[in-house]
């Protein structure tokens, strides 16, 4: 599949490791690629490991709803094209209804059913509410798949459920059960350790040095 084979809509994400753009193909289906071909030289090495670890999940994801979870379409030549999802970032919909955060919770649990862990839902971006105010999940590249359910997957599990509850308490806190309540007060040793030594020197590189940060806002988001 070539590039000229698209006809762009909309640049939604630019920075060193590629563009993620809006598109059509023939027919006027809207797409999603992932470009990394045009990304920086000294980090394209990474931007295709990324890119590649998002099309493995989203194959053993493909049994899913197309409306709640992306379907991978192709992938080669720098291109990683998947489905499009009609909706809003739970950032800017900024959802109030407890129903909303129910369907995220079953969709969750479903996804963890097959061994996956998506790992990066702090981010009320990685969030869409579709056109029926129902959830949907993107941005799969940190994403990890376990064949089998250990002491990890546990705790990854529950980052990713405790992660859902901070949007859920961002948005429509007055819902918010003692359970979940609970939950988001406990971090896991791991997620500690994390914020306390390495994020720090995360940020500063790929901030400070790289100028990259994974939020979507301009150009070179921050």
């Not at 060193?16 to 809207?30: N, S, T, Y």
């Not at 999802?85 to 919770?105: H, V």
Request: with cysteine; proline share 3%.
């Amino acid at each position: 599949m070539q590039y000229s084979a698209f006809t762009i809509i909309a640049s939604l994400k630019e920075d060193i490791f590629g563009k993620i753009e809006l598109a059509e193909v023939e027919g006027g289906r809207k797409v999603i690629i992932r470009n990394w071909r045009c990304s920086k030289l000294f980090v394209r090495p990474i931007a295709y490991y990324l890119s590649l670890r998002e099309k493995r999940i989203l194959e053993i994801l493909d049994t899913f709803d197309a409306e709640s979870i992306p379907h991978l379409i192709y992938f080669g030549k720098g291109l990683l094209v998947r489905s499009y999802i009609e909706g809003k970032s739970l950032k800017d919909a900024q959802i109030k209804d407890a129903e909303y955060y129910s369907k995220a919770k079953i969709l969750l649990e479903k996804i963890h059913a097959v061994g996956v862990v998506h790992n990066d839902l702090e981010k009320a971006e990685n969030w869409l509410v579709t056109k029926d105010n129902s959830p949907a999940i993107v941005d799969y590249q940190i994403a990890f798949f376990f064949p089998k359910k250990g002491p990890v997957y546990t705790v990854a599990a529950r980052e990713d459920l405790r992660h859902l509850i901070k949007q859920k308490a961002a948005f429509c806190a007055k819902d918010l059960s003692l359970e979940e309540k609970n939950i988001l007060r406990q971090k896991s040793i791991p997620a500690r350790v994390w914020d306390k030594t390495f994020k720090p020197a995360y940020n500063f590189v790929t901030r400070k040095i790289l100028r990259y940060s994974d939020r979507q806002n301009s150009k070179y988001s921050r």
